[in-house]
């Protein structure tokens, strides 16, 4: 075996190096005690050794308790190699009943999907946003946001059809209708609220398509 032929060449060096016989065959035995004693601590430990798992539930006070003793039990009695460890959660927490962030002014909030409601008639528009919610209302409009005067700017359904109907729209006009971070999930969202209020104001049937439909 290999590890002969290197021990022996081990054993030829230590003993040209003036090392004594039963010093070296000591440390030898030694090392090779310890090899057998992990070899068997890591067989012991890999049969043994519980698996340990998680589960979450809500806290229903003593309803939860008798789940748990009723859990714990079936685990132990069919398998008893598995260590359960039940973490029970409350939505009664401390940030449900205080703020701790200052909240964000509705003039800056972003990716918003709105609804714009004629002062006039009963048509309306709705449409999204990615941007600050008070520099797309100043688009619909048509005032600059820095001096609140008319401008020309960007040209939509909304301000089309006040100018030409000679109606008119206000801040109070538009209001916000869904949130999503996700642009994704947000295109989606307008896409449904368009399907189900069918706006006439909507030039775009969907920003994304929608398959189910």
Request: positive net charge; charged residues 25%.
């Amino acid at each position: 075996m290999l590890i002969h032929v290197e021990v022996t060449k081990l054993i030829s060096i230590l003993r040209s190096n003036g090392y004594p016989l039963a010093v070296i065959n000591k440390c030898i035995s030694v090392f090779f005690d310890k090899v057998k004693g992990n070899k068997k601590k890591d067989q012991t430990d890999s049969e043994e050794e519980p698996q340990v798992l998680s589960l979450f539930l809500p806290y229903l006070g003593e309803a939860s308790l008798r789940i748990k003793r009723s859990i714990t039990k079936y685990i132990k009695q069919n398998i008893p190699n598995c260590k359960l460890r039940i973490v029970f959660s409350s939505k009664r927490r401390l940030s449900n009943f205080f703020k701790f962030k200052d909240r964000i002014p509705d003039s800056l909030q972003s990716h918003l999907v709105y609804k714009i409601q004629c002062a006039d008639c009963n048509l309306c528009y709705i449409g999204l946003l990615e941007r600050h919610f008070k520099v797309r209302s100043y688009d619909h409009l048509g005032l600059s946001i820095l001096t609140n005067k008319p401008i020309k700017g960007v040209e939509t359904s909304m301000k089309t059809h006040w100018r030409s109907k000679n109606h008119h729209i206000t801040t109070d006009s538009i209001s916000v209708i869904a949130r999503e971070e996700n642009s994704f999930h947000l295109r989606i969202k307008e896409s449904l609220l368009i399907k189900r209020d069918q706006p006439i104001l909507n030039s775009n049937v969907y920003s994304t398509p929608l398959y189910l439909f």
